[in-house]
């Protein structure tokens, strides 16, 4: 016979949800009941029990819900354990006043105070993944290549011979479908090849993470793509965190500052800065208001082009490469203006030959730098390389230039 807790867990949607409110209610029984078990078996008679307390009057459910929240390191974490704990006595047909709920929403109101999450930048979503196993470095390049949330990459499930699965590997961008949504709305989105990469790693050992997942009674019998339940992720996010040495806490809530959820504002402003158009990225990350209307018509031909005109820009290796370049460029283009500006005042005061030759010999180290740099990123990165090329020509102008002046002044003297 099922249990009132399993039996309450089993009607509830999505693995995800599924998952989080085992998670939840576990804590809330266990801070009730000193001794309660571990696994939902062990936790059934004393769910049974809570709600016979709760009948005959033996136990106050609001000061017991605020007692579990207040077990609950994040806000959002005990807006989760409330409305469960809710869901759950009036499935057992207990129901609550509206003055219990009443005076809960006013202290989840007063209690509501937001983490500051910090930017994830490009050599410290390196440095994490760097720290993490094979399958949470395949889901967190997902998430940083797609935009996706945390639960909706959990939700992704394996195909079949009879049902088409949610991961596409095969085409170009590879596609994701993300059915079960935060809006409820299903939409595709698309993964890097950096991200695929990390999956086919991850897919040789799967079988180890699901057996290892169904020991715990967890896993979705192996039809989830990844079997782990969204507070063990958000667990190892917080050690690979913290092992990458980029712990910082917010001073109001005590969490980390950088947390996996800043995989997705990655996404939304690494495409941005790729202009690719603002209405497909809204699309792509799924913000309900591009969803419908005039955003919701963008066929997937066209979601396709964009999101291949933005894909090195949220490739974490690409990108650091990119950003390296952008800084050398940067430091040649800091020399190359003042030299300019040398060679200039020489040709303005119609100084000697040497003093031309002096200033002219600084130029080739740097014009030597810049082919070797071109040379180098040519081939992997045809835009930086067009942009070298340009401040080659204009470095060879500028050299041509002072050369003539030099011979002018020879001809003069």
Known sequence: MTGMLSGFLNTRGSQATQDTYRVLLRKFFRTLYSGAGHSVEELDPIATRYIEDLKA???????????????????????????AVIEFVRSNDFFPDERTLYHLKKAREASHVITMDRPLGIEDALKILGQMDPRARAITLIMISSGARIGEVLNLKMGSDRVEGDID?????????????????????????EAVAAVKTYLQGRDRYVKSAKARGGGGGGVYLFPITYSTFQDIWQRAVQKAGLEKLDPNTGRLTLTAHSCRKFFMSRMKAAKVPDAIVEKLVGHRGYLAGAYGRYYEEELTEEYLKGERFVTLQKAALTERQDKRIRELEGKLAGLTIQIEKVMETAASAEEAGRNLHKLEPIARGMEALLNKVAKSNPEVAQELRALERETKAIYDLGAARKKAVKKEG
Do not use: V
């Open 57 to 83: 009057g033996k136990r106050d459910l609001k000061a017991d819900i605020l007692a579990g929240c207040r077990m609950c390191k994040a806000p959002k974490s005990g807006a989760t354990l409330r409305s």
């Open 169 to 193: 590997l095969e085409t170009r961008p590879a596609r994701i479908t993300l059915r079960e949504t935060k809006t409820g709305q299903p939409r595709i989105s698309f993964i890097s090849q």
